[in-house]
């Protein structure tokens, strides 16, 4: 069964809310060092621009959170060509802010999918779901950012819900 799984304005607000609790200034390991204060305020700086064209896209869709868009992403391109050896780093926090705002997003929108269905005197249980929009969490911010205002601006996941008998046969 195909159904829609709704974003409601407090699944975009408690995914906003999860991106920015992200820390960036721990962010690091591997080949990527932690973020000291200066660069973080920048990443900070850097989420709101994002933040604001994920704001756009919701409240008025994809065509009017173009420039915004635009913004955030050339503001994403400037930044990690002005910082070096610490490009990683920054690419690095910001895809836990874009992961963190994914996963909330998807979590909420999905709790909104009907656990069973009544199908004349039998009850069929929810046995799995598929989400049939995707969302690129590659190495390139430019197509994450794109994809998480794209998702937003649509304000629904569609997903194909699979039911079956309950534990009760």
Do not use: C
Request: proline share 2%; aromatic share 4%; net charge negative.
């Amino acid at each position: 069964m195909q159904a829609i799984a709704v974003i409601t304005h407090d699944d975009f607000e408690a995914a906003l809310a999860a991106a920015r609790e992200v820390d960036t200034l721990t962010v690091g390991g591997g080949l990527a060092a932690p973020l000291g204060a200066g660069l973080g305020g920048r990443v900070d700086a850097l989420w709101d621009r994002v933040e604001d064209a994920l704001v756009q896209a919701y409240e008025w869709g994809k065509e009017k959170a173009q420039g915004a868009l635009a913004e955030a992403i050339a503001e994403t391109e400037d930044l990690l060509a002005s910082v070096g050896r610490q490009a990683s780093s920054v690419h690095q926090a910001m895809m836990k802010r874009v992961t963190e705002y994914l996963t909330k997003l998807i979590d909420r929108a999905l709790a909104t999918v009907r656990p069973a269905v009544s199908v004349g005197n039998r009850t069929l249980e929810l046995v799995g779901v598929e989400i049939a929009q995707t969302v690129s969490l590659s190495g390139s911010l430019k197509a994450s950012i794109t994809d998480l205002v794209n998702l937003t601006a649509s304000g629904q996941l569609v997903v194909h819900a699979r039911y079956g008998p309950g534990a009760g046969g």
